[in-house]
Each structure stands twice: as C-alpha cells, then as structure tokens.
C-alpha cells in the first residue's frame, strides 16, 4: 500500500503535511500529524492512531506534531505506534527515509486553496496554551522564498493562497531588518501580480502593523475576512489568559477596519476559562455582536497540564459545556443572519471539489445549483441561504 499522511489541527499542520507526504516516498508508511491545542485534540489523535493501525496492521506507524512533541513518550509506549518524529525533525527529509538536501515546498495537487507557512513557533506565554512546548519559539521564513513559494503555487494552477503561521502576526521580527508581516503581503502582492486572491490565517488583533491595516481594507486581492485571536471578551479574564489586548481593543479594532471596508470578522472563543462566572461568560456572548462576528470557532475550555490556568480554579465541566453551547448558539444567530443579509449579492467564489461547492471571499460557504470547473474563480450570484451556507448560480 502507499504511503499517507493523516493531519489534525491547524492550518500550518496541513500545510507540514504536504510537505510530509513528498519526502514519504512509496513506503508503507501512515503519518498522523498531532494536535494539542486542546485534550479533545489529544483524545481524537489517539482515536485516529488506533483506527489507522486496524486498518494498516502492516504499516510503519508514525506519529509527528504538537501532541507527539509535548509528550514523546506517551505516544511512544502506544502499542500501535512505530515511530515519534518531533516537530523540529519533521521537515528533515532524513526523518523519512528521504534522500533530497532539503524538503520540497508543499504543492497541494488536487486542492483549490493552497497553504504557505511564514511562521512558525510562538513567544507568548497566554496561560492556558502548550503550543509554545510543541512548536518552540516564534520564527520567520525570509520574504523571498516565501514569494518564490506562492509564485510555484500560482504557475501550478491555485487561484488563492492562504498565508499561514502560528502566531502570524509575530512575522519578522527575527529576520534582518524586522519586517513585518505588512510587508510580506505588501511585497507578495507586487511580486506576484498573477495571484488573484490572498487570504490571511488567525491574527493576533494587538500585532496588526499599519500596513497590514491598510492593505486588508484597501487591496482587492486580499480576501474580506479576518480571523482575530480574541479568545474572551470580559478584561478580567483576558488578562488571567494573559492576553495582550482588552475588550474595548477588540471592537475598536473591528470598527476600524469595518469603516473602510466590509470585512467578515472571525474569532476564537474559548467558554468556562478558569474563574470565569456568568457576567464574564456573557460579556463574551455580547462580543459577537459588539465584534461582528459572523465565523466563529467555540472551544469548551480545556485544562493542559503544565500551564498556568490548569492551578486556577476550574469552572465546572457541566457548567464550560452549559456555557459552549450558548455561545454556539449565540454565534450561529449571527453567522445565520449575516447569511440571510448576502441573499441577492453577487460573490466571487473559488469552486472546489466535486465543483458544486466553494467559499466566498467573505468565507461564506457557497453550493452551487449545477457544478463549474473545480479550482475556477466565479461569479456566483446569491439566490437564498440557510442557516450555514448560501445557495448560488453562476452570475
């Protein structure tokens, strides 16, 4: 059997997993690529490793990622895993038998959307957070070769490209002359005029550059979404989080960039952080709408050994799922609403497999009433919406 990689978790990790997958070769290998931004993530690797060893009982079995590197030897004991390669080794060609001086860039064939990782690492201390443990400190791929790698993926086909790091908005401040990551998009999007549309991974609000500002609500080739680390919207909690911004940062942030241009704000929220009591859980209900925010990602807290909000007192657990499932629903409210306001809009919308589906500039989920070339930009024309996608035909 052939080789294959199975991915967990972010962005960034699928973006490593391309890359994986060229140095693997036409061994029978499976590669799970961990995740540990929270215990469900580590519960569901584990998940994913047994099914994959029933499935492959003949497959070298190895594991990589955040969950691998934070607890190497936890997953090395598993009866069903081979081999733990570390995060800092996992784009060594040698981890994978592979021979070449140097890892391949991903080139996500097959896929509409293509992923370039910029960053990697983070030098935050946010104290409910391990990815700092699995993926070390904050550093920066040089600009040049990250254009070079959105040129190759524009040649090959890829209509849009996702710019992708963990903490993204860290950028540059380790190469020679601290750029920053204002400049990366600025010098990407001179460089590389054939590139339709550029979209931006999760930013941390309190590190958006002026530049980035400016080009985010001014440069038509950057997609009109944002996806802002919020985490919380009460101070207190932000600041036991160790948060570098408050609330009132958040909003007036969001009403800057919505003053100059109609960008779809997403967040991350985090329900039943350590001490948090209704007023605060309903302070970050009430930032969907003080922040507009229509793509929201809920995570029920989750107690991660080692870190500082794990010697907090706990919320309950009954109480964090009470409280996830009301800011869902909350959120759902809004992104249905929003849904309902792009009826009769017409969208620009990158079509994806099997090619009656795509995403909108906006991110909005577009199903198409007769399928188009997949990997094609369209203009689609919005003629209805339910409570999570819009309906559209070709304008």
Not at 48 to 73: F, K, Q
């Amino acid at each position: 059997m052939s080789a294959d990689v199975v991915t967990l978790g972010c962005r960034l990790n699928i973006a490593e997993s391309e890359t994986i997958r060229a140095l693997l070769g036409d061994g029978d290998a499976v590669v799970v690529n961990s995740c540990a931004v929270t215990a469900a993530a580590v519960k569901e690797t584990r998940a994913a490793i047994r099914r994959l060893r029933r499935e492959r009982p003949g497959a070298e079995l190895i594991v990589t990622g955040c969950a691998a590197t934070i607890d190497p030897a936890g997953f090395a004991a598993m009866a069903e895993v081979d081999r733990v390669v570390a995060n800092d080794a996992k784009l060594a060609p040698a981890s994978w038998g592979s021979t070449l001086p140097a890892a391949p860039p991903p080139r996500f064939a097959g896929h509409a959307r293509a992923l370039v990782a910029v960053q990697n690492g983070c030098d935050h201390a946010c104290t409910f957070c391990t990815i700092p443990a699995g993926r070390g400190a904050s550093r920066s791929v040089a600009a040049g070769a990250v254009v070079d790698q959105v040129a190759g993926l524009v040649a090959a086909g890829h209509r849009e490209v996702v710019l992708t790091g963990v903490d993204l908005t860290s950028y540059g401040h380790d190469l020679p002359g601290a750029p920053t990551l204002g400049s990366l998009v600025e010098r990407v999007l001179r460089l590389v005029p054939a590139l339709p549309r550029l979209r931006l991974s999760s930013l941390d609000s309190v590190e958006i550059d002026p530049l980035l500002l400016d080009l985010v609500t001014g440069e038509p080739r950057i997609c009109p979404h944002l996806h802002l680390s919020l985490q919380a919207g009460h101070d207190l909690i932000l600041k036991r989080m160790k948060r570098r911004h408050s609330r009132a940062d958040a909003v007036a942030l969001v009403e800057r960039i919505k003053a100059r241009r109609d960008v779809a704000i997403g967040a991350d929220l985090i329900a039943g952080f350590p001490t948090e009591d209704e007023a605060m859980a309903a302070a970050t209900r009430a930032l969907i709408d003080d922040a507009q925010i229509v793509h929201a990602h809920i995570f029920p807290y989750s107690s991660r050994a080692g870190t500082p909000a794990a010697r907090m007192p706990q919320v309950p657990p009954p109480v964090v799922r009470e409280r996830a499932a009301a800011l869902r629903a909350r959120a759902s409210e809004a992104k249905t609403a929003w849904l309902a306001s792009l009826v009769d809009s017409v969208q620009e919308v990158l079509i994806e497999r099997p090619g009656v589906r795509g995403h909108a500039g906006n991110f909005a989920e577009v199903r198409l009433s007769a399928p188009l070339e997949p990997g094609t930009l369209a203009r689609i024309r919005i003629d209805g919406a339910t409570e999570t996608y819009l309906l559209g035909s070709p304008s």
